[in-house]
């Protein structure tokens, strides 16, 4: 079964839930836990053809991200990795004369590249967050991309002991099962790949731009994108 299906059979079941709870006199606001959203993005890995030996894709998290997101702008339902590949180094590049760096970059500087190298004006970065506020805005039908500590999200498929600074795309969550639904490009396996919510809470970390940048305060944050 696809996702998309296995989806229709959870909010049918949500909806038969629904009935047998109105019937019973609870309010429809009282039934938020029965909540489900998947955004239909596309997902490439920062590294589209396995090259993680190059230095642009073995730091292009917030590349792919941007780039996850701008597809899914645009309505597209796959991504060439080819392309991909390419465009990741393209934009790195425009990050290097526009910042002089793109290993890392904030939340902030990730913001401001894909509102300039996209001509996308909908995309804003928004500090201390936490798991409620990302639910917000999936609820609202926005994409969302978090800087973290990859190593604290401890995924099985990152080469061990993972990026101490990662940035991935949340296309979704599960609210019975307390699990963000995300497109981590940090791994081939990445796509539709399920962190608890306090587990990626807890990870939420927003470097600063340049090259391991000391951080004296650490503070969430969000990447939010509107068609």
């Not at 500090?127 to 990859?150: H, Q, S, W, Y």
């Not at 940035?167 to 490009?185: P, Q, S, W």
Request: with cysteine.
């Amino acid at each position: 079964m696809t996702v998309g299906g296995m989806f229709k059979v959870m909010n049918f079941i949500n909806f038969l839930l629904l009935i047998v709870i109105m019937a019973a006199g609870v309010m429809p606001a009282s039934i938020n836990a029965l909540s489900n959203v998947l955004l239909r993005a596309p997902f490439v890995s920062q590294a589209p053809s396995g090259n993680w030996k190059d230095g642009y894709q073995q730091n292009g998290c917030e590349e792919a991200s941007v780039l996850i997101a701008a597809s899914w702008i645009k309505g597209a339902t796959s991504i060439d990795p080819i392309w991909a590949e390419k465009e990741i180094i393209r934009i790195s590049k425009y990050e290097e004369k526009r910042f002089g760096t793109s290993h890392d970059t904030s939340a902030t500087t990730t913001a401001q590249v894909f509102r300039e190298y996209f001509k996308h004006e909908k995309v804003e970065a928004k500090l201390d967050i936490n798991t409620g506020d990302i639910i917000k805005e999936l609820d609202k039908g926005r994409l969302v991309l978090v800087p973290a500590n990859g190593q604290k999200l401890k995924n099985p498929y990152y080469k061990r002991p993972g990026p101490k600074r990662h940035m991935l795309v949340i296309i979704g969550y599960d609210e019975r099962a307390k699990e963000f639904i995300t497109h981590d490009v940090g791994t081939k396996r990445g796509a539709y790949y399920r962190y608890n919510f306090k587990v990626l809470e807890n990870a939420l970390f927003d470097y600063p731009t340049g090259v391991k940048v000391p951080t004296k305060v650490i503070r969430k944050a969000m990447i939010v994108v509107e068609k």
